[in-house]
């Protein structure tokens, strides 16, 4: 093994996220070497709160900081006990072996974040360990690294999520450049208020992806904010504004409709994804293309990618869905990544505009 490719005491670090609406923990053992680490999840936890914002078809702040507060004890509490049985340890000894906890401290919703970096907080000074500040979008570009050691630089990540739409350009590890975002909403935030348009459910992303997929994708002709304008940025509040007044024409909707409708409205905001990204991965001459977020779980949205990428000489990474959806495995495998930011549990803060 070479002098830059060092062979790592395995590692043991417990994640915990609560940037928005999941209440996630994990605990990941790093092993291998420096250039090459091996991840293994020992454990992860994710409770979600669909059920309590699900009436309000969108997330109500105050009621997620409740739940997360509820939920946090039994969600650690359940991972650590995972990893003991799996590693045929008892619970002190695995506090005693892990080496630190990572924090999703931003970007997110304040009350939910505020409610994991207390958690991480207790936990750090009781457990005299350290914390390493993780940045939400960081960890989901990192969640591809769970899976893939091996992508190639410089890399071009398309983050797609409930809060954020963003182009990030990476010319090597922890190196980002944001060549574009959205102007205006989300694309995860559009799917969850054209779902909402059509009273079909919450999250929404999920319920139109599914209804889609009966759905003719012609059926109804949408706008595509922005697909033509020489930047990277994105825009998507024209889209919903032109649901809004399209459904509102219609009248009573058929269920055929409804399909039509999702569709639809899913062909217009991946085909805008995937050309943006496209045009971007040209210009930049990049050797992979990385997913993250929850949109990333969108099936229609992956075999596009991958089908414009094949014509291409660029290699395509997108992680499985349970780890583009919120969860603490990636916040885990960002922080292995940002280790040397370690800090006291003194000097943690919660920025919920944190941005990369
Ligand atoms: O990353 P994430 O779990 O939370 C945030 O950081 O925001 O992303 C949640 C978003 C929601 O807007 C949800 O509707 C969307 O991801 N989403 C999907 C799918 N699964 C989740 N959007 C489209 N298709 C899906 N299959
Ligand atoms: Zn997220």
Redesign the pocket.
């Known amino acids: 093994m070479g002098k830059k490719n060092k062979k790592l005491n395995s590692m043991l670090i417990l994640a915990i996220e609560t940037?928005?609406d999941?209440t996630g923990a994990a605990i990941l053992k790093v092993s291998g070497s420096t250039k090459t680490p091996s991840f293994e999840i020992l454990a992860n936890t994710t409770s979600s709160q669909d059920e309590i914002h699900s009436p309000f078809g969108g997330i109500v702040p105050n009621l997620a900081c409740r739940a997360h507060e509820e939920n946090l004890p039994p969600v650690i509490y359940s991972t650590l006990t995972k990893a003991k049985d799996k590693l045929k340890i008892d619970i002190k000894t695995l506090i005693k072996k892990i080496d630190f906890i990572a924090v999703t401290s931003g970007p997110g919703l304040s009350p939910s974040l505020l409610m994991g970096v207390s958690a991480a907080k207790t936990l750090a000074f009781s457990w005299k360990k350290k914390i390493v500040p993780t940045n939400?979008l960081v960890a989901?570009i990192y969640a591809n690294f769970l899976e893939n050691q091996k992508i190639k630089f410089p890399a071009l990540a398309l983050i797609v999520?409930?809060?954020h739409t963003q182009l990030v350009l990476m010319k090597k590890r922890l190196d980002f450049k944001t060549i574009g975002k959205t102007r205006d909403d989300a694309a995860?935030?559009t799917?969850?208020k054209a779902a909402r348009i059509l009273e079909i459910g919450y999250?929404?992303?999920?319920a139109?992806?599914k209804r889609a997929k009966r759905g003719n994708p012609t059926a109804f002709n949408l706008p595509r904010p922005m697909l033509n304008t020489e930047n990277y940025d994105f825009s998507f509040s024209g889209l919903k504004t032109a649901i809004l007044y399209l459904v509102k024409s219609l009248g009573k909707l058929s269920e055929k409709q409804k399909d039509d409708l999702c569709a639809s409205i899913q062909e217009a905001i991946v085909e805008v994804l995937v050309t943006k990204t496209m045009r971007a991965a040209e210009k930049y001459k990049v050797k992979s293309i990385i997913l993250g977020?929850?949109?990333a779980?969108?099936e229609k949205l992956v075999s596009e990618m991958k089908k414009a990428t094949k014509k291409m000489d660029t290699a395509f990474y997108c992680p499985k869905k349970s780890f583009c959806?919120?969860n603490a495995q990636m916040i885990a495998v960002a922080s292995y990544y940002l280790k040397n930011k370690a800090v006291s549990w003194k000097k943690i803060k919660v920025d919920a505009n944190w941005k990369i």
């Open positions: 940037s928005c999941d939400h989901h999520s409930g809060g995860g935030e799917f969850d999250p929404g992303g999920p139109i992806a977020g929850g949109v779980a969108n959806t919120d």
